[in-house]
């Protein structure tokens, strides 16, 4: 599920320019700020899920930190300073008229740096997607906090609700641009919402809950599923109506289509040449939608057809690069993808 959650990513990051209440409004809303707001939160649950396993390991926090951080960090610094290059020279040469030119507009004041590589935990790094890695690090060092919890009667459930309030309370997406850096801070730093699927990962390890919803049949999780699209179909005419953002909505329904796309998706091992696609369509999209428009965001309004071209693109370019990398390039690769 993993490798559909991140061309789901994809999607979202495609540069959009649409007329309000028009069909490409409608399609953005439903996908970019709807439907593809499942992926990040499923990313954290397996990430809690698959963590949890080794709570009862003598030394498991040292070994298991070790091993995420060093399969994480590294790239994390990697794929910034690549975008970070290909960002200042695309855009650069965009602008620029002569040479002259071009070497002013590369250029940029040494405090946007701090947030070019992510040193800001307010604020995304220029890659936007790798805040989920740098969020997941986070995560990981406070693991044996969360641990603790989940192993009190109720606890892993009561610590995911607590956070998943605080979340709700404090995300920077419930007024829409009206947010705070302290709520930047708890949402793409300390990462509220991570913590909360994180926690609710460790629940479902814990109960063994996913191991009985094998025998779940699909029209359930499909009934669910449809139940979430239709939380966003009213949450966008609530937009549409009012202009305001039902966040609460959001927060109902991300959880129906994640628990849903979970259920209708074979429970059978997907084919590894597939599931190794996921981290380099999760970190590479971003450089294919970014050079797509030009280096800047779009200023003419665009078909729903081009945004899915342009989607599609974004997930094969990625996974051509991926292939041919891991051929000619195979340690190099290892190291860029995280050993994946």
């Known amino acids: 599920m993993a490798v559909v959650c991140a061309c789901i990513v994809a999607l979202s990051h495609v540069g959009y320019n649409t007329a309000a209440g028009s069909a490409g409004w409608w399609f953005v809303r439903l996908t970019r700020y709807g439907l593809c707001c499942l992926a990040v939160p499923f990313f954290f649950a397996v990430s809690g899920y698959f963590l949890s396993r080794h709570f009862d390991e003598r030394g498991w926090w040292l070994r298991e930190t070790g091993k995420r951080v060093t399969s994480l960090l590294l ?98 997406h419930r007024n829409g641009l009206a947010s705070t850096r302290l709520e930047h801070f708890l949402y793409y730093g300390v990462s509220l919402m991570g913590m909360a699927y994180f926690q609710l990962g460790i629940l479902l390890r814990r109960t063994g809950f996913l191991e009985r919803t094998l025998r779940v049949p699909a029209w359930f999780g499909a009934g669910l599923f449809a139940l979430g699209v239709a939380a966003l179909v009213l949450r966008t005419r609530i937009i549409a109506a009012t202009g305001s953002e039902p966040f609460p909505v959001l927060c109902l329904a991300i959880p129906l289509l994640v628990s849903g796309l979970w259920l209708l998706l074979p429970a059978a091992e997907w084919p590894r040449k597939l599931t190794s696609m996921s981290f380099p369509i999760y970190v590479m999209h971003y450089f294919v939608v970014f050079a797509l428009d030009g280096f800047h965001k779009p200023s003419a309004d665009k078909s729903i057809c081009l ?25 190099a690769a290892s190291t860029l993808f995280g050993g994946r």
């Open 75 to 172: 790239p994390y610094l990697l794929w910034c300073i690549a975008f970070f290059a290909f960002w200042r020279i695309g855009a650069a040469a965009v602008k620029a008229g002569s040479a002259g030119e071009f070497l002013q507009a590369l250029r940029l004041p040494a405090s946007k740096l701090a947030i070019a590589f992510g040193l800001r935990m307010d604020v995304t790094p220029c890659l936007v997607p790798v805040w989920y890695i740098r969020a997941l690090i986070v995560i990981v060092l406070v693991s044996p906090f969360l641990a603790l919890m989940s192993s009190f009667r109720y606890g892993a459930a009561l610590s995911a609700a607590v956070f998943f309030c605080a979340y709700v309370a404090f995300s920077p």
């Open 307 to 331: 945004m899915l071209v342009q989607a599609a693109l974004a997930v094969a370019i990625p996974c051509a690069i991926a292939f041919v990398a891991r051929r000619m390039l195979p340690r």
